[in-house]
Structure formats: C-alpha cells, structure tokens
C-alpha cells in the first residue's frame, strides 16, 4: 500500500502505552491526528505532580506529545530536551543543582538550542522552579513535565495554551488535548461482588490474588483515598477543545487500551458521547489483543456492550449500538486458549459477536498482531486500515 494519507482529522481516544505504537505509525503516514488523553491517573511522577501543584496529570499529555512528534521524525534538540530526565539518584541538593544547570542554560542540552528558543524554555523552567516545594521529589523527574508545569503556570493555568506552546516549541504538527481541565478527578472501581478499588493506579493494577471479582462500572471521585464509594457520581466537565474536535472530526478511534482506566473515562466526560452520536462518520472500535487486569471476566463482545451501555448512561438519551460504533477490529488469535504472554490470556471475541453484523456495525476480522512484539498490535497494518478507510 501506499503510505500517503488522505487529508482527513483522525480523533482518537486512548491510553498512552497501548495506541503508542499506533501512533507513530499514523503520523509517519502524514496522518491529521488529535489524541484525546484522561485526566485521571494517580502514579508515579503525575502523583507526585498532583500532590504538590494541584494540577490535572500532566504525563500523560507530555508522553503523547513525544510519541507524535517521534512519529513525525522530530527529533531536534528541542525534543531530546523535552524526552531528558533527571538522575534517577543522588542527593536532593544534587538534583536540585542539575535542574539549575538547564535553568542557568548551563546544560549541554539547553545551552545547545537556538538563543530565541532556549529563552523561553528557561523562562518556564523559572517559573517551574519558583513554585517547586522544597520536599518534592526529584528523582527521574522529567524535564519536559517541568517546561509543560512551568508553561501552565506562565499563562495563567491554561492547560491548552501550555500544551499550544509546548507543540509549536517541538514543531508537532499533531494535537493532544486533556478529555477534561478538571483538576481533581479520580476514579474508583465497583467489582460485581461489592468490592471497591481506589485510585486509577490501583485499578490498573488490580491485585488478583486478593481482588478474584471483575470490575461491574467505574465512576469519578475527587479522592483517591478509601472514602465510602461516591453516589450519586461526581460528574466531569469536558474540555472545549476535545468537544470543536469531535465536531470537526473526519474518523473517531476507540482504543486500544486498558478499558476502564484508559477509554471508558472518555465517554463519561461532559457531553462527549451525545456529540458522538450526532455525527453520521465511521466510529472505529479497536479491540485490545490480550486481557488485562482490569478486563479479567470480559470478552471483546462484553467490552464493546459495556462501552455502549456506559455512553448511553452518559448521554442526553439512548441511542442504538452503531450511533457510538460503526466498525469493530477484532484479533483473531492463532494461539490456544491456555497460551499466554506476559501472564495475560489472549482476549476472546465472545460467542456472539457476530451479531453485531445486525446491529449495523461492521466486523473486521483478521490477525492483527505484530509479528514481532507478541501481544501487540501490528501497528502498520493498523494505521495503514485507518489511513486508507474507505
């Protein structure tokens, strides 16, 4: 196939790991790409983040920004600048003097960049370190979430104008917005035997030796903390952006992801899916190829009802399966069922799946995982499918 892609806005929404790959691909094939990221992760550096600036997780925005402009072949000084972290040890008044080695433009990597340029990234590495508390940590801190923190800081909070900044710097050419700018939301997880999960990182990483239930629905909370479980749900509001950029869409993409942490929160935001269901444009599911612990007890055939179920819970009024969905990509696995990789069974398509033929969605079935990363996409033939799309 050729890889020229037609001119058309391809809107995704998805997790980061899963649709990585994915991406890269897309944009080598100069593909129109908006990725729409959740706002409710809870781990690692976007915890620490969180904690200290009151901020919605900015990780997950940084790292989908360097996947695209990776795909793009950006891969300037600015770039590598923005992939850097800092020493993963070391005493904290060693890591504070090399975070003041790039705020000082001593650093090779800042010191190397175009003066016009390196001005302004210092500029928001001043305005990060004018705010940095004094017992946060450092370590493995990423220099390209402390020029996103210290450009929201510099215009006013506005998490949009930042990443708008933080693109033109890069030269990426592709979007990534937040699904939502509120800066408090968090997620809980209701199993269908009455148990609850706390926190998206506890959810994504269910402990299966002591939780054997799988997960009923998932709501939004303002903590992360064991509280008593939220009724009614918190709502969330959807960022204005994400909203224009699905009514200016060409193709919608669902996945692949984690489903309750990565896609479902989508849907659950603000008037996103109504929007959705107003547009006559393929609606493009893909299907995870292996289970996760979050989807442990589902089907691909259980996901995709579960994921029309919760949109229509979410929506103004109930509308039929193909108003969110209009075709289905569906793995099919040439392993044996008790064959695994990574501890993960591969996931099934469901007994009935074909029905779905008669609720005007279309199936397509095929082996679509790579022929060298077991368990993953084969993110050519993906993006090649998306770019060409009838």
Same mark, same amino acid.
């Given at each position: 196939?050729?890889?020229?892609?037609?001119?058309?806005?391809?809107?995704?929404?998805? #997790?980061?790991?899963?649709?990585?790959?994915?991406?890269?691909?897309?944009?080598?094939? #100069?593909?129109?790409?908006?990725?729409?990221?959740?706002?409710?992760?809870?781990?690692?550096?976007?915890?620490?983040?969180?904690?200290?600036?009151?901020?919605?997780?900015?990780? /997950?925005?940084?790292?989908?920004?360097?996947?695209?402009?990776?795909?793009?072949?950006?891969?300037?000084?600015?770039?590598?600048?923005?992939?850097?972290?800092?020493?993963?040890?070391?005493?904290?008044?060693?890591?504070?003097?090399?975070?003041?080695?790039?705020?000082?433009?001593?650093?090779?990597?800042?010191?190397?960049?175009?003066?016009?340029?390196?001005?302004? +990234?210092?500029?928001?590495?001043?305005?990060?370190?004018?705010?940095?508390?004094?017992?946060?940590?450092?370590?493995?801190?990423?220099?390209?979430?402390?020029?996103?923190?210290?450009?929201?800081?510099?215009?006013?909070?506005?998490?949009?104008?930042? +990443?708008?900044?933080?693109? =033109?710097?890069?030269?990426? =050419?592709?979007?990534?917005?937040?699904?939502?700018?509120?800066?408090?939301?968090?997620?809980?997880?209701?199993?269908?035997?009455?148990?609850?999960?706390? #926190?998206?990182?506890?959810?994504?990483?269910?402990?299966?030796?002591?939780?054997?239930?799988?997960?009923?629905?998932?709501?939004?909370?303002?903590?992360?903390?064991?509280?008593?479980?939220?009724?009614?749900?918190?709502?969330?509001?959807?960022?204005?952006?994400?909203?224009?950029?699905?009514?200016?869409?060409?193709?919608?993409?669902?996945?692949?992801?984690?489903?309750?942490?990565?896609?479902?929160?989508?849907?659950?935001? #603000?008037?996103?899916? =109504?929007?959705?269901?107003?547009?006559? +444009?393929?609606?493009?599911?893909?299907?995870? +190829?292996?289970?996760?612990?979050?989807?442990?007890?589902?089907?691909?055939?259980?996901?995709?009802?579960?994921?029309?179920?919760?949109?229509?819970?979410?929506?103004?009024?109930?509308?039929?399966?193909?108003?969110?969905?209009?075709?289905?990509?569906?793995?099919?696995?040439?392993?044996?069922?008790?064959?695994?990789?990574?501890?993960?069974?591969?996931?099934?398509?469901?007994?009935?799946?074909?029905?779905?033929?008669?609720?005007?969605?279309?199936?397509?079935? /095929?082996?679509?995982?790579?022929?060298?990363?077991?368990? =993953?996409?084969?993110?050519?033939?993906?993006?090649?499918?998306?770019?060409?799309?009838?």
């Amino acid at each position: 196939m050729s890889n020229r892609a037609k001119s058309r806005k391809l809107l995704v929404f998805s #997790g980061g790991t899963g649709f990585r790959e994915i991406n890269m691909s897309l944009a080598r094939r #100069g593909n129109d790409i908006t990725r729409i990221v959740p706002v409710c992760d809870n781990g690692g550096s976007s915890k620490v983040l969180r904690q200290h600036f009151n901020v919605i997780p900015i990780g /997950d925005i940084r790292h989908a920004l360097m996947t695209q402009a990776h795909g793009e072949g950006r891969v300037g000084s600015v770039v590598k600048l923005f992939n850097w972290r800092l020493s993963g040890s070391g005493t904290d008044k060693l890591l504070k003097k090399e975070l003041n080695s790039f705020i000082t433009n001593q650093h090779p990597l800042i010191s190397n960049i175009e003066k016009s340029l390196g001005n302004v +990234i210092v500029n928001y590495l001043n305005q990060f370190s004018a705010l940095l508390p004094p017992d946060m940590e450092l370590r493995n801190g990423s220099i390209g979430n402390f020029v996103l923190l210290g450009a929201y800081f510099a215009h006013n909070k506005d998490i949009n104008t930042a +990443i708008y900044v933080f693109r =033109q710097l890069c030269s990426i =050419q592709g979007n990534v917005w937040p699904v939502s700018l509120d800066n408090d939301l968090h997620l809980q997880a209701a199993l269908d035997n009455g148990d609850t999960i706390f #926190g998206q990182a506890n959810t994504t990483n269910i402990d299966r030796s002591k939780y054997a239930a799988k997960i009923d629905h998932i709501l939004f909370s303002h903590s992360d903390e064991k509280t008593e479980i939220i009724r009614p749900h918190v709502t969330a509001s959807a960022n204005p952006i994400v909203i224009e950029a699905i009514k200016t869409a060409d193709i919608i993409v669902y996945g692949p992801g984690s489903f309750f942490t990565s896609l479902l929160p989508h849907i659950m935001t #603000g008037s996103i899916a =109504q929007e959705i269901a107003k547009l006559n +444009i393929p609606k493009i599911f893909i299907g995870n +190829i292996l289970e996760d612990d979050e989807s442990y007890g589902y089907d691909l055939e259980q996901m995709v009802r579960h994921f029309v179920t919760t949109a229509n819970q979410y929506s103004s009024q109930v509308q039929p399966i193909n108003k969110y969905i209009s075709h289905l990509l569906v793995n099919k696995s040439h392993s044996l069922n008790e064959h695994t990789t990574n501890n993960h069974f591969y996931l099934k398509m469901g007994e009935n799946i074909n029905a779905f033929d008669q609720q005007g969605i279309e199936l397509v079935i /095929d082996d679509m995982e790579s022929p060298w990363k077991r368990g =993953q996409h084969d993110a050519d033939w993906i993006a090649d499918y998306l770019t060409h799309f009838p």
